[in-house]
């Protein structure tokens, strides 16, 4: 029984272990969204909130490839001071600009429009851009695995286009499932595993020290034990068919089924396990 306490112990380990890597996946997706958010906003017109979703997944993603988003949203509300402190750090912290000669310009001509603003106060700010950038947009590659939080810079047209690779957002339900069960598990190896261990010390102290114990007491202390093997082999499984899913990455947005995972323990008087069903 104390080995049994030990691979419960274990098996805890593992399934914390394992949810310790989630939380990672989840704020690629929540930047992701944002940025999603932020792209739909922009093509609406609502640069405000377009700029607040890019700055949420910046915050989430720390990728200066956003810095771009910002200085095009700053610069429809008129803000040229920030549109341009937004694309010189652009400039500066992203080293694989294709058409970088093209946005020098562009930013040269922010801080002449600023000189204006500032010479004459009462002049509207005009949020075009006197300086159209060329078709080519300057290249922020990004890898499928990095699409959550770098977009590609805008075209020509100043629309940053939604990353139309990112995958929905959210950790697999299988992997949720499956380290639900293994919990579950834990649970049980570790509530009937201390329990299995009270009776068989009171056994021991009672009628084991003159050999009178009656086959009722015996059985009661091997259906714990049996209860709380069968808690260790649900952990095991719960664990695993969560990792399975978790390694295998988020689900596919273009999948209408959703992935199931199903545990049926089973125990009797030779033994214990469970039976796992899932659907990749």
């Known amino acids: 029984m104390t080995r049994s ?30 940025f999603q958010a932020g792209a739909s906003y922009y093509e609406a017109g609502d640069y405000a909130d377009a700029l607040r979703e890019f700055q949420r997944s910046h915050a989430l993603s720390q990728r200066s490839e956003l810095f771009y988003n910002f200085s095009l949203c700053y610069q429809q509300l008129g803000d040229l001071e920030q549109a341009a402190q937004y694309l010189r750090r652009f400039l500066d912290e992203v080293p694989t600009v294709e058409n970088r000669d093209q946005l020098e310009r562009r930013h040269a001509n ?11 106060p009462e002049q509207p700010v005009d949020t075009t851009d006197p300086d159209p950038p060329d078709t080519d947009a300057p ?7 990095d699409a959550a939080s770098t977009p590609a810079a805008p075209d020509a047209s100043d629309e ?22 293994a919990g579950v598990g834990v649970a049980m190896a570790v509530t009937f595993g201390a329990m299995a261990l009270r009776e068989r010390s009171d056994v021991e102290a009672g009628c084991g ?51 199931r995972v199903a545990v049926s323990p089973y125990a009797g008087p030779t033994g214990a396990g469970a039976l796992i069903q899932g659907q990749f």
């Open 110 to 120: 922010l801080l002449e429009r600023i000189a204006q603003q500032h010479a004459d």
């Open 139 to 145: 290249d922020t590659d990004t890898d499928a695995t």
């Open 160 to 181: 940053p286009p939604a990353d139309t690779r990112a995958a929905s957002s959210g950790v697999h339900p299988g992997a949720i499932a499956g380290y639900a069960t």
């Open 5 to 34: 306490l030990f691979v419960a112990t274990a098996c805890c380990g593992l399934l914390v272990a394992s949810l310790w890597a989630a939380p990672g996946l989840a704020q690629d997706d929540r930047a992701r969204m944002h």
């Open 209 to 259: 020290a003159d050999r009178s114990c009656t086959r009722g007491q015996v059985q009661r202390m091997d259906r714990l034990a049996l209860v709380a093997d069968l808690g260790i082999a649900v952990a095991v499984a719960g664990a695993t068919v969560g990792t399975i899913f978790l390694i295998r990455g988020r689900r596919d947005s273009s999948d209408a089924t959703e992935a």
